[in-house]
Each structure stands twice: as C-alpha cells, then as structure tokens.
C-alpha cells in the first residue's frame, strides 16, 4: 500500500516538476516576443521622422514613400509571431528602397538629420536581429520541452502547443544576398 502510493505521489510531483518546466519556457517565449515588439516599435516611431526628411528632398518619389507607409501601417496592426514576420519582411523590403534613394540624391545623403536617422535605424535593426535570434531559441527551447519524453505526455493535454520561428520566410533570399559593391 505505501508503495503504491509512494508512487502516485512521486508521478504527482514528477507531472508539476514537468508542468512548472513548460510554463517558465513558454513564459520565456512570450517575454522574449514582446522584447522584438519594442525594437519593432522604436522602429515604427523612426520612420515617420525618416519619411518627412526624405520628402524635403525627394517629393516626387512619391511611390517608394507611400510604400513604406503602408508597410509601416500593416506592421503596426499585424498580430502574433507569423504575421509580424510577414508584415517586418515587407516593412524591410520597403525601408531598403527608401535608404536607396539617397544614393540617387547627394543633397540628402549629405544631410545631417537624414544621417542620424539612418544610423538609429541601422541601430535598431540590428537590436531586432537580436532579439529574433533571443525569440528563435526560446522557441526551440520550448518547442524541444514539448516534444521530449515524459513531457510530450503531459504537454498537449495541458495546453502546450508547437511555437512558430520569428522566420524571415520567403524574403530570406534577398536579406541573405551579399550587398554589390561598384566603384
């Protein structure tokens, strides 16, 4: 009798060891999205400034500058890790354009305001690089937690389920491309 019930005891424990485990990974995993939401966030308060110096000195790029607006705009309103990716990738995309611009135009790739700006923002992506790298393991660290034995037992009944990567998707190729260097 005090076998048996050593043993419901020692699973009991087992079973909230496992639990408290999974809860404290997938708290990690929540913290560490919303440490991407405020990089993303000091990044969608930039553009504006860097819109409005663009503007100054390039008006009639009209398309590039609602490109990146909508792109802002769609960011700021996308929901959970697969949408934001998708939204950021996009934002990126767009942002890449705008920097481009000032090859095109001495006077603003001389001007000291639009500098800074760039500069807080090359800052700041690479904060948000970081931090998807932070999220990225998270996730692997949790979704590893779930899927391992004895825990796998336990994880979908309670609630754990599979997290999806901070993943650069189908723009991966054109981040990854090395940059074309002409003199």
């Not at 408290?20 to 990974?25: I, P």
């Not at 790739?109 to 948000?128: H, R, T, V, Y």
């Not at 999806?164 to 991966?172: A, K, N, P, Q, V």
């Amino acid at each position: 009798m005090w076998i048996f019930l050593g043993i419901i005891v020692a699973i009991a424990v087992f079973a909230l060891m496992t639990y408290n485990r999974l809860v404290a990974l997938r708290q990690r995993v929540g913290q560490a999205f919303a440490d991407i939401d405020v990089q993303l966030k000091q990044r969608h308060d930039l553009i504006p400034n860097l819109i409005e110096t663009v503007k100054g000195y390039a008006a009639h790029e009209r398309g590039t500058l609602d490109d990146v607006i909508k792109a802002r705009n769609a960011a700021m309103s996308a929901q959970g890790p697969g949408q934001v990716a998708a939204a950021e990738n996009m934002l990126t995309g767009a942002l890449g354009k705008l920097i481009a611009l000032s090859e095109a135009y001495p006077d603003l790739k001389a001007n000291a305001n639009f500098q800074q700006l760039q500069s807080e923002l090359s800052d700041i992506e690479n904060k948000i690089a970081a931090s998807r790298r932070f999220f990225n393991n998270a996730v692997q660290e949790y979704n590893t937690g779930i899927q391992q034995m004895p825990a796998a037992l336990f994880a979908a009944p309670l609630g754990f389920t599979h997290k999806d990567y901070f993943d650069l998707g189908e723009t991966r190729s054109q981040v990854e491309q090395v940059p074309q260097v002409k003199f």
